[in-house]
């Protein structure tokens, strides 16, 4: 079944430390997103990416960090710099140029303590 | 810039009742629309969207949207609401911009559902 996966579900970490978020997608589509979502505040963009190898600053890209080494994968590291990293992350994903329509992962669920 | 109000933070309705979700947006151009929802814990699901054509879409699980440009919104609708469909609803527009495939999302309303 084509889809996106994050993994893990849950993760927590300790104030300080760096933490890298997978997602990973098999439906072939050239963008991928990160979101942020904490309640009441909807969606907001931190990176994206519509390309391998290149990648754009969202809304709210301090204290994060991307890659983009192949089309199937976009990790999205949460450095020491983010002052409130505890949210939930989603993952999504598109055909590039084609009316926008985003596919979304499950999603983490990080937690600082 | 665009942007995405959804006016209802939470909403409840019993179940069987109609329901209308309201979603008002500002775009600079033709805009592309979409509803998406989402159980606790969980992604995104696309329940419908908006490109052009026909004003009153038709997406997944009964629901339906229409597109008034002259008042700028987007509302969703349900004729009759199912105690499954409690969850939380997004709005969100995007458009062919110098911005790329980008989406702005609303902050969402929160539907609960009385037995």
């Known amino acids: 079944d084509g889809g996106i996966t994050q993994s893990p579900k849950y993760l927590f970490r300790k104030e300080g430390q760096n933490v890298t978020l997978s997602c990973e997608q098999n439906l072939n589509h050239d963008a991928m997103y990160w979101y942020r979502q904490d309640p009441g505040q909807g969606l907001r963009l931190i990176y994206y990416s519509q390309i391998v190898n290149d990648f754009q600053k969202g809304d709210i890209a301090e204290g994060y960090s991307v890659s983009r080494e192949k089309k199937e994968s976009f990790p999205l590291t949460v450095t020491s710099a983010q002052k409130n990293p505890t949210a939930f992350y989603l993952c999504a994903s598109s055909i590039r140029q084609l009316n926008n329509e985003q596919f979304f992962g499950p999603g983490t669920r990080l937690t600082v303590l | 810039a665009q942007s995405v109000t959804q006016p209802d933070i939470h909403i409840t309705v019993s179940e069987g009742a109609s329901l209308e979700l309201r979603c008002n947006y500002s775009?600079?151009?033709?805009?592309?629309l979409f509803w998406y929802v989402q159980s606790p814990g969980q992604g995104l699901q696309l329940l419908l969207k908006?490109?052009?054509?026909?004003?009153l879409v038709q997406g997944i699980k009964g629901f339906e949207a229409e597109f008034k440009r002259s008042q700028s919104s987007f509302n969703l609708r349900k004729p009759s609401v199912h105690w499954s469909d409690a969850a939380e609803y997004f709005c969100?527009?995007?458009?062919?911009?110098?911005?790329?495939?980008?989406?702005?999302f609303g902050t969402g309303t929160q539907l609960k559902v009385e037995l």
């Open positions: 908006y490109f052009s054509g026909d004003t």
């Open positions: 969100a527009v995007g458009g062919l911009t110098g911005g790329g495939n980008k989406l702005t």
């Open positions: 775009y600079g151009a033709t805009p592309y």
